[in-house]
Structure formats: C-alpha cells, structure tokens
C-alpha cells in the first residue's frame, strides 16, 4: 500500500499528490509512468511521474479528473493508501544533449513535460528550454511557477485569452518559429487534439516533434496489447516502446478511434460512481 503524503489542489478538477513510493523513487526516470489501482474491484489506469525524491522515496502524481476512477482517487486524502502503484514503466525520455529544445505542455500534459525539463537543468547540459503551456481558462492553469524555474523563457496560453496569449499553444509555436526562434526539437504532450495539431503545425518545417502518447492501458508491460499505437507503418505498445514517438509517424486517426472505444461503458462506469451506485 502507498501512503499519500500531501495532496495539492491545482484547480478544482486537477490534484497533485506525493506518494510514499520508495522502490519507484528509486528507479524512476524523466517520461516514465506508474500504474495504479484504486481498490480491489478497480480498474487499473496509467499516470505519469511528475516528479521524484530518491531521498525521501516519493514520487509526484498529477492527475485530471476525467472519469470514475481518476474520480474516486481525487477523494482519497493525506494518510490514505493507494492499493497499487507500479513502476516506473515505459522507456525514459531520450533528452537533447544540446540546443534548442521547444516544450509545449496543453492542459494536464503540463505535468508530463516538468520532469522532462528539469532533467534537462539538473544534468546541466547546454539546452535552452523554451516552454509554451496552456489550458481552456486561466483557473486551468497548472504548474505554471514549476515550468518557469526549469525554462529559459515560458509562454502562457489560454484558449478564451484569459491569461496571456489568446489561443491554441500550437498557435504560439507557429508564431514563434515563424519570427524566427531555431528550435532544434520539440516535445508537445497533452489531449491527442492538441498533440495532433502540434504535430501538424511543425510537419511543414520539417521540425522533429516528439510526443508523449497516452493510449488505453491495462497490464502496461506489453503482453495485453491495449495500447497497440501504429508508428511509421508498424505496430508498437505504448506502454514497452514508448510512451514517447515521432509524432511525423504516429497514425493519429487509429489513435484517437482507439482511445475513445470504451466511451459509453466509461461513462456508465461513472455515472454509477457519481449517484452512489457501485462505488468499486
Ligand atoms: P474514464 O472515463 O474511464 O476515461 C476517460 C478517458 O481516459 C477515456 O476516454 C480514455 O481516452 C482514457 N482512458 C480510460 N481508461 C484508460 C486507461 N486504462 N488507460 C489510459 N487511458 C485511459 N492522466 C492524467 O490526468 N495525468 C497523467 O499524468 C497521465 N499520464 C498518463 C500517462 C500515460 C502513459 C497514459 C497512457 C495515460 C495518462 N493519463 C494521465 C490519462 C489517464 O490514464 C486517464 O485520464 C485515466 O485512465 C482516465 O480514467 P477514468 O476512469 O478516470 O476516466
Ligand atoms: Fe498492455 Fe501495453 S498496456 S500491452
Ligand atoms: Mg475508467
């Protein structure tokens, strides 16, 4: 069992908590994930490290409440248990060694890029960290003073204007490469949407975008075959080969047709979490 050691409330649907996990803190990396399940009869759902201590064996998970079980884990406290916490699964971050890395963080995809950028400042390798973070409104926001200490400069953006540029983030990256900012690389994570539209926007440019692919996950060790993603023509597991991919080859229609296969059970599932019934 994994105790919860500070719970912080980013927004009123997103929750960031500090887990007593030591043998994860230990092994864990930039880009990696866990596996948790919530109680006995629950389902198991994927989230990314957001943060580690290997001190103090703990690891940072941020999390959007989208459904039952991120639901009924946003209701657990300081002092609770999380039954399971597995990991660190996936492959870690392959991180530029030098130049210009760009980050574009939309939503809760802000937490997968922090870890990604702090890496980066604690090796102390020469590359410059421009980040670009958004959400629909500026009380969606998160992370934003996290984001600042590990980028060299940081963009804010929010689809309704109401915090800094009004727009898309993949709107901003346009703006900035075409006044001339060189990036050598990009990392964009968040909803598939805004991954696909980043992805879209740099193809012209010829700028490799990597992204962070968040496909439905069961055993997360490559033998379920849930997460089968299609990248420059062949057939990969997110949880064992990724979850980091050349965003220029993703197959981003099979993508999102496969992440929103279970919608209709996912909403009954949450409909009898929210009036009571079936709390498990
Ligand atoms: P549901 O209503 O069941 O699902 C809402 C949507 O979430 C679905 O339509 C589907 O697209 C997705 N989803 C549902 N079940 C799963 C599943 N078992 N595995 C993956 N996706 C699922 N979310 C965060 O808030 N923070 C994170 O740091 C984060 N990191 C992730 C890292 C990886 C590698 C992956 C694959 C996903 C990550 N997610 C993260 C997404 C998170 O796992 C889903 O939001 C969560 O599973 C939703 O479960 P639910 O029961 O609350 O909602
Ligand atoms: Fe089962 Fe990846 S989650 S193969
Ligand atoms: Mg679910």
Sequence with gaps: MY??????????VTKLFVVEAPLVAAKAMAGQF??????????????????????KGTVTI????????????????????????????GLPAELPEKGHLCLVGGGVGVA?????????????????????????????LILEQEMRSVSDELYVCTDDGSKGFHGFVSQKLKELIDSGAAFDEV???????????????????GLKTWVSLNPIMVDGTGMCGACRVSVGGQ??????????????????????????????????????????????
């Design 235 to 280: 057939t990969k597991f997110c949880c064992v080969d990724g979850p980091m991919f050349d965003g220029h080859q993703v197959d981003w229609t099979e993508a999102m047709r496969r992440n929103a296969m279970y919608v209709a059970e996912e909403k009954i599932a949450d409909h009898q979490c929210t009036c009571g019934g079936g709390s498990k």
């Design 112 to 140: 997968p890029i922090y870890p990604k950028a702090k890496a980066i400042k604690q090796d102390r390798r020469p590359v410059r960290i421009t980040s670009i973070i958004g959400a629909r409104s500026a009380d969606l």
């Design 34 to 55: 866990i596996i948790i399940r919530v109680s006995e009869a629950g389902e198991r759902i994927p989230l990314t490290i957001t943060d580690f201590d290997r001190e």
């Design 3 to 12: 105790r919860i050691l500070e719970k912080r409330e980013l927004t009123p």
């Design 187 to 205: 990392i964009a994570v968040g909803p598939m949407p805004m991954m696909r539209a980043t992805v879209e926007t740099t193809r012209p440019y």
């Design 62 to 89: 941020v999390f959007q409440e989208v459904g039952k079980t991120t639901k009924m884990l946003g209701k657990l406290g300081v002092g609770d248990k999380i039954l399971d916490f597995v990991g660190p699964l």
